[in-house]
Structure formats: structure tokens, C-alpha cells
């Protein structure tokens, strides 16, 4: 098993940064391929980021690119999201997730964490 919980969420302005954190405990994290998904009201989850577990490979949706950046750190078991030039289109809650490969689909992650809320405002 795998835990993941995110932090950092929070209350922003439209051109603002916020940074996103989950701590990973349980099985070796390590040989995980972590993402990012989100989801606003009355929408479907969609993937945001993903990061390979060595950090060679990530990928981006194409809504986010140039603007966020996922990256790990496998000794301290954390996987980041850097958000900058927040848009209000970018509210959602934000899960972290845990998988075999890169992939951005829902189905292809194991373990998921409870989500934390951002807010982008106009």
C-alpha cells in the first residue's frame, strides 16, 4: 500500500503561484511514477503532470504546460507541483497519485490521495 498526502493548496490571485506537496509513505515510493490530476465541480478528473521514477521523463497536459512543473525528491518520499501564472480556470481540487508508468489517465494509477483545494481568483 500507499499512502499520499497532499498539502499546500489554497486561496490565489489570477497571475499568483502556489506550490503543491505530497508526502509519500508505505511501499518503496520510489519506483512509482507519480502525477497530478484535478478536478472541478460537476467535471471530470483530468491529468495535470506526471513525473517518471527517476525523474527522466514527465509530461504535462497541454492546459498547464510552460506553466506548471512536477518534480520528486525519492529520499525525502515527495513529489512537487509548481504552479505559476495561475489562471481561474485552474480551480480545482488537486490529487496526487501513484502509478506503474507515466500515463494520463485515471484508470492507470494505483493510489490516489485525498486532494487539496485550489482557488483562483479573477
Known amino acids: 500500500q500507499v499512502q499520499l498526502v497532499e498539502s499546500g493548496g489554497g486561496l490565489v490571485q489570477a497571475g499568483g503561484s502556489l506550490r503543491l506537496s505530497c508526502a509519500a509513505s508505505?511501499?518503496?515510493?520510489?519506483?512509482?511514477?507519480m502525477g497530478w490530476f484535478r478536478q472541478a465541480p460537476g467535471k471530470e478528473r483530468e491529468f495535470v503532470a506526471a513525473v517518471s521514477w527517476g525523474s527522466i521523463a514527465t509530461r504535462y497536459s497541454d492546459s498547464v504546460k510552460g506553466r506548471f512543473t512536477i518534480s520528486r525528491d525519492n529520499a525525502k518520499n515527495m513529489v512537487y507541483l509548481q504552479m505559476n501564472s495561475l489562471k481561474p480556470e485552474d480551480t480545482a481540487v488537486y490529487y496526487c497519485?501513484?502509478?506503474?508508468?507515466?500515463?494520463?489517465?485515471?484508470?492507470?494509477?494505483?493510489?490516489w490521495g485525498q486532494g487539496t483545494q485550489v482557488t483562483v481568483s479573477s
Open positions: 497519485s501513484a502509478g506503474a508508468a507515466i500515463r494520463s489517465t485515471v484508470g492507470e494509477y494505483d493510489y
Open positions: 508505505g511501499r518503496t515510493v520510489s519506483h512509482y511514477a
